[in-house]
């Protein structure tokens, strides 16, 4: 069965520090790796995604992840966090060799940037 | 281009009435997703509808709860008798399943805040 984890409920990070939040995953065939984030009282944007290729993903607003399939983890990472960051972030997968597009969603990680 | 559209932006109703959400998803996206969001919390999926195919209605949470999409664009989610747990944010996405950005990434409506009073 296909699961996504995102161990924190909630990541704390001062403004201009580094910050990640984690996501673990588990499917049968080949990942596809989602990144999305909700500002407060919005609907979800789409940041990042890993299909193939590179590790890491380049997305909106200076965020990047790794693929680590060993370690079947897809963590979202910034060099130097904003205040403008805080928001709920959530990791979703999907199996690649499936046709059903549906995506299996993390419960979400509330990432707050304090100045 | 224009986005995924949700109507209406917010809806107040009693216990007991009828409402009817509506998505309009993006032009040509085959697929369509429907999850409920309660305040702060995570996504529960409700529906997916892919092409022509019968839906996926695994994630509808009682019979009171319908959805249906017409023409293969424009969906409607149907909430029978509500009840006060069913006050959240009603999110509907759709995403391509063609070409290179056929690999599933969704796009979001803004969402519709049901209030059961």
């Known amino acids: 069965a296909q699961s996504v984890a995102q161990p924190e409920d909630q990541v704390n990070v001062a403004e201009g520090n580094p910050l990640t939040v984690k996501c673990t995953y588990s499917?049968?065939?080949?990942?596809?790796l989602f990144w999305y984030v909700q500002y407060p009282n919005r609907g979800l944007q789409f940041l990042l995604k890993?299909?193939?290729?590179d590790n890491l993903v380049k997305g909106s607003y200076g965020f990047e992840a790794e693929f680590n399939k060993s370690q079947t983890s897809f963590h979202l990472k910034k060099p130097s966090a904003l205040v403008s960051d805080s928001a709920l972030y959530f990791c979703?997968?999907?199996?690649?060799?499936?046709?059903?597009?549906?995506?299996?969603w993390g419960a979400g990680t509330k990432l707050i940037i304090k100045p | 281009g224009a986005g995924v559209s949700q109507s209406p932006s917010n809806k107040v109703t009693e216990k007991g009435k009828d409402v009817e959400l509506r998505c309009d998803p993006i032009s040509g996206h085959t697929a369509l997703y429907w999850y409920r969001q309660s305040l702060g919390q995570g996504l529960e999926f409700l529906i997916y509808f892919q092409g022509n195919s019968a839906p996926d209605k695994s994630g509808l949470p009682s019979d009171r709860f319908s959805a249906e999409r017409t023409g293969g664009s424009v969906s409607t989610l149907t909430i029978q008798r509500t009840q006060q747990e069913d006050s959240a944010v009603y999110l509907c996405?759709?995403?391509?399943?063609?070409?290179?950005?056929?690999?599933?990434?969704?796009?979001f409506g803004p969402g519709t805040r049901l209030t059961v009073l």
């Open positions: 979703a997968v999907r199996d690649g060799t499936d046709s059903n597009y549906q995506l299996i």
């Open positions: 499917v049968s065939g080949n990942p596809y």
């Open positions: 996405a759709s995403s391509t399943t063609t070409g290179l950005a056929g690999v599933g990434t969704q796009y």
């Open positions: 890993y299909i193939t290729g």
